[in-house]
RNA sequence: GGGGUUGUAGCUCAGUCGGUUAGAGUGUCGGCCUGUCACGCCGAAGGUCGCGGGUUCGAGCCCCGUCAGCCCCGCCA
C-alpha cells in the first residue's frame, strides 16, 4: 500500500480532549485506528491516542473519491492523520468521553499499515477473555498500546515526579551511584559482571546504594535522595522482579521518627493522587506483636481478625496434640483464628479439606477446626470436646450463633507463617477486607540479628550496618538473637513497601557488629575496608529508607502483580520473552572475557549388536552402559571374541551425541 | 531446589467412557448494509491438540519424560 508521508502535518488536538464546545472547529488529529466500521455508504474509524479516543466519520455521498477509497483500505492499528470539522453528533455515546462529538473527515493520511495483532490491543470488554500473559509479554510493544497499561505507567511516571519534587521541596540532592560495583558477602545473590580489564575479577550490579548513600552522609551532603535500580539474583514472586526500582532516601542528624514523618508526609501526597486519605502519623507495631496477632511482619490491618493463644484451654484436655503444647512451657503453642458468623460456620467439608492443603503447603501437619453452623457443632477433633472447652471456644465468637475457628500448633514460626496466610484468605473469603482503603503501617522494633542454620551463624536481618537499639547494646555480645535494631518497615494492605533504619555511624560498634555476624577482622577490612575507614572520619548520625516504587505503583494502581506496572518485565523464570534474554554470547566475547562455561558432556552413544554375547564379553558391555560422561573421553573398552581382541574406542564411536547430567 | 496449575484455530476456550471428518465464540478475509460505537446479516479460510517417547487395533484424552507461562514454599540483608 502507498504510504503518505507526515509531511507538514502537525496535531491541533489530542483526542481525548474533544468536547460539545471544539463544535464547529476544523481539528488535524493522530492516532491508531481501534476500529473501523463500514456500514456501506458510512464510514466510522474509532482513533486513538494516549489521551482517549475519538469517533471520526464520513459519508460515501459526501467526501471525495480518494479519500474513500482510503478510508475503505484503513484496517485495525492503522496509524492514521486525520483532518475534519467537529460536530454534534446524530447519536450520542454516554460511554465515551467524547461521545457528544464526531470528527467529519476532510482528509486523511494513512502513515502506516499494520499486520492483524497476534493479540487485542483494546482493553477486554466486560465479560471477556485477556490474552495469556506469555503472549502479552512476546509482543509487549502491543500490550502496552492498551489503555489500562497506559494508564498504569503515566500513574507510575506521575507517582515518580511527585516523589522527586517532594524531596527536593525538602532539601534532598540527587545522587547518582554506580551500576558496577562491589561485591558484598551479606544478603542476596548478586548479579555478576566480569571485568574485561582485570581477567578473572568481576563487578556486583548493585542490590541497593545502601553504603553510597551512607558515604555521601560522612560527606556531608546531610539529604540524599535517588530513584534507582537495583538488582538481586534471587527466585521471582508476583511482587517481585530481578530488577526493581527503589526510591532511597538517607538523611542525617534524624531519629527514626524523623525518617517517618517525612516518609508520612510523602504518603500522604501519593494516597491522594488516586484519591486515598491516608490518616497521619500511621500506626506504629512492634515486630513482635504483628507476629503475636496477625503472623506476619507486613500485616494487612484491613481485616480486623487476631491470632489468639488458646494453648491453656488445651492444658487438662485429653488432646494429647494439644495438650503437649501445653506442657512445652512456651516451646510450642496452640494458636487459633476464631471467624464469626453464618459465612464462617457454613463452609463445607470440602473447603476445609482445601484449606488444610493450603496449610499443609506452608509446613502445618492438618488443619484442625471447629465449626458452629446450622447443625451445630462440627470439629476433627470433635471427640475430645467437653461442654465446658466446647463453651470456652465458641466464647471467641464474640457471641455469635455460628463460626469458624481454625487451629494451628507448634513453634511460634510455624503457627505464624500457616495462621498469617489463613487470616488473610479467610478473611478475603468472608468479605472482611474494606478493598477500598488504603492502610498505612509502621512495623519497628525488629530484631538487629537471626539465627541461620545455612551458615551457621547469626545474619543481619535489615543490613549489617543497622543500629542496635540503643538498650540492646550489651546484648550483642552476651544474647545476639534478642537484641532489636533501630529498623522500620512501611506497609501498605499487607505489602512491605519500605524499609528502613538508623545506622551504626562510629567504627568501634561497627566492628562489634561484624564480629557478631561472625565477619573476622581481616574479611571485614578487604570487604568494607572504606567504609570503616569513612565512619572513622566524622561521620554523623544517619538513617534513612527504601521504598519499592514498583510495589507502591502497583497498589496505587490498583493492580496485584509488578508486571503491570513495569514496561518491560521478566517472567517468573527471569527471563524477557521479547528480547528472548538472556540468551548465548558469541565465543569472541567469552574469550575476551577469560571466562569458560560449563559444557555439558557430549557422550557419543553407539549400538552394537551380538546374537550372542560371550561370557568374556558381559563385563566391558556392563562398564559401557555405565559409563559416565567424563570416564568416555578416555576409557576404551575391551571385547574379547572369539580368541581375538576387539577394542573398543569410546571417543570414536560415531553417531549421534547426547547431552548427559 | 520443591509443590500446585495451565498448554487444542490468530486470540479466549469446550472437547463426554480412548472410537466416524477435533468444535464454539471472537478475530481475519470476501459480499451486503446511511447512525454505528463489542455494529448487523450472509459466506469463506483458518489445526504440528506445546514437544519427544510409550501403551493400544485405535490417543487431544491413558503412562513416562521434557519445554514454557502463572501461583506458592525455600530464597529475597
Known sequence: MQLDLLGDFTRSHRNGELRLSHAGETVRLLGWCKRARNLGSLIFIDLRDR????????????VAPELLTKLKAVRSEFVLAA?????????????????????????????NTAQTPPIPVDDVPEGGADASEDLRLKYRFLDLRRPSLQRNLILRSEAANLVRNYFRKHDFIEFETPILTKSTPEGAR????????????????????????????????????????????????????????????????????????????????LAALVGKPAPTPFPRLAYQDAMEWYGSDKPDTRTPVRLQDLTELFAVSDFNLFRAAAESHGQRRVRALA?????????????????????????????????????????????????????????????????????????????SKVLGELRLRLSRQFGLIDESRFDFLWVVDFPLLEWS????????????????????????????????????DLVLNGYEVGGGSIRIHDALTQSRMFRALGIGE???REKFGFLLDALSYGAPPMGGLALGLDRLAMLLCGETSIREVIAFPKTAQARCLMTDAPSP?????????????????????????????????????QALRHMTATAAQKQTSTLTMDGEVLRVETSNLGGPSFDFE
Open 51 to 62: 489521551w482517549g479516543v475519538v469517533q471520526l466519520v464520513a459519508d460515501e455521498t459526501q
Open 83 to 111: 483532518e475534519g470539522v467537529v460536530a454534534e453528533r446524530e447519536a450520542k455515546n454516554p460511554n465515551m468521553a467524547t461521545g457528544d462529538v464526531e470528527v467529519r473527515l476532510s482528509a486523511l493520511r494513512i502513515l
Open 190 to 269: 548478586d548479579y555478576l559482571v566480569p571485568s574485561r580489564v582485570h581477567p578473572g575479577e568481576f563487578f556486583a550490579l548493585p542490590q541497593s546504594p545502601q553504603l553510597f548513600k551512607q558515604l555521601l552522609q560522612v560527606s556531608g551532603f546531610e539529604r540524599y535522595i535517588q530513584i534507582c535500580r537495583c538488582f538481586r539474583d534471587e527466585d521471582l514472586r508476583a511482587d517481585r522482579q530481578p530488577e526493581f526500582t527503589q526510591v532511597d532516601i538517607e538523611m542525617s542528624f534524624v531519629r527514626q521518627e524523623d525518617v517517618q514523618a517525612i516518609l508520612e508526609g510523602l504518603m500522604v501526597e
Open 339 to 415: 471467624f464469626a458468623g453464618e459465612a464462617a460456620g457454613a463452609m463445607s467439608r470440602k473447603q476445609l479439606d482445601e484449606l488444610q492443603e493450603v496449610a499443609k503447603q506452608l509446613g502445618a501437619g492438618g488443619l484442625p477446626y471447629a465449626k458452629w453452623g446450622k447443625d451445630g457443632l462440627s470439629s476433627s477433633f470433635k471427640k475430645f470436646i467437653t461442654p465446658e472447652l466446647e463453651a470456652a471456644l465458641k466464647a471467641k465468637l464474640d457471641g455469635a450463633a455460628e463460626g469458624l475457628v481454625v487451629f494451628a500448633v507448634g513453634t511460634d514460626d510455624a503457627t
Open 453 to 488: 542454620e545455612e551458615a551457621g551463624r547469626f545474619v543481619a536481618c535489615h543490613h549489617p550496618f543497622t543500629s542496635p537499639h540503643p538498650e540492646d547494646l550489651d546484648l550483642l555480645d552476651t544474647d545476639p538473637g534478642k537484641c532489636r535494631a533501630v529498623a522500620y
Open 522 to 524: 581481616a574479611e571485614a
Open 585 to 621: 554470547v558469541d565465543p569472541r566475547q567469552l574469550r575476551e572475557l577469560k571466562i569458560q562455561t560449563a559444557q555439558p558432556a557430549q557422550y557419543r552413544a553407539g549400538v552394537m549388536f551380538f546374537e550372542t554375547v560371550p561370557i568374556e564379553a558381559q563385563a566391558p558391555l
